[in-house]
């Protein structure tokens, strides 16, 4: 037996349809929203500022300080309100995969501050996050090295497959699911976050990374397009 349909349709390498805008939060330095099919994310980029607590400074750079966070009804059983270990991990890689485009030492004492906030969840939420927090920053004016895009990458069965669904990620059948979420810069194509929940040989590693590269450039021009203003939304532009 093998993964041979999408049970949402799609072809093995097409992303979910995605939403992207900028602009949502008047009162934030700069914010986003960037949605692929069900899942749902928000940014919002403070800052840089002054870093408070005073010990947390570095004289020579400023520092991001990511949170992440889902409300309690995003997803289907209620998630509990406040700090887990999940979310601060997802928090710590997502500040990290950020933090190595911006040119930190620009903003000595300073902390850039992002709250990235799950409004529905549908997996791959922390490679929304990442796309909404990347364009929260360029919309704050931060200066970046490279942009950043991020897709889950999943190896169902046999099939590499592009931007894997909650229901995706529970299949069990055969060789079961793997789960990759990669993020990667713009120009270079370098890798600045990837996970890896479930296993997977070398080889079809490597191809995921290709499958990551292709989706990932998608997911670029519509932060770009959304930067540039437009409010994207797939869902419409396929009933059209
Ligand atoms: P990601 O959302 O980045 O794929 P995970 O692999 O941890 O991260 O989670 C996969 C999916 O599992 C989430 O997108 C969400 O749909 C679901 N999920 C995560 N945490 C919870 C929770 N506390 N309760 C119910 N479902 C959850």
Do not use: W
Not at 123 to 139: S, V, Y
Not at 198 to 220: D, H, T
């Amino acid at each position: 037996m093998t993964y041979e349909k999408r049970s949402d349709g799609r072809k093995m390498d097409e992303l979910r349809p995605i939403m992207a805008k900028v602009g949502i939060i008047p009162n934030a330095d700069g914010s986003a929203l960037f949605a692929a099919g069900k899942t749902i994310a928000i940014a919002a980029v403070y800052g840089p500022k002054l870093l408070h607590p005073a010990h947390m400074k570095k004289p020579d750079r400023g520092i991001i300080r990511c949170n992440y966070n889902m409300l309690p009804f995003s997803v289907s059983e209620r998630a509990r309100p406040g700090p887990s270990r999940r979310s601060k991990e997802i928090g710590m890689v997502s500040g990290n995969a950020l933090a190595s485009v911006v040119d930190l030492k620009r903003f000595p004492n300073a902390v850039i501050d992002v709250d990235i906030m799950i409004l529905q969840a549908d997996a791959g939420t922390r490679c929304a996050g990442i796309n909404a927090a990347a364009m929260a920053l360029a919309h704050a004016g931060v200066v970046m090295k490279e942009m950043i895009s991020s897709v889950a990458i999943g190896k169902i069965d046999d099939k590499i497959v592009t931007d894997i669904t909650k229901e995706e990620e529970d299949y069990h059948d055969g060789e079961g699911a793997t789960d990759i979420p990669y993020t990667l810069t713009s120009n270079t194509k370098q890798i600045t976050h990837l996970q890896l929940d479930g296993k997977i040989q070398v080889n079809r590693l490597k191809e995921s990374y290709e499958a990551a590269k292709i989706a990932c450039e998608k997911v670029l021009d519509c932060q770009k397009r959304a930067l540039k203003g437009e409010d994207i939304d797939e869902n419409k532009e396929s009933k059209k």
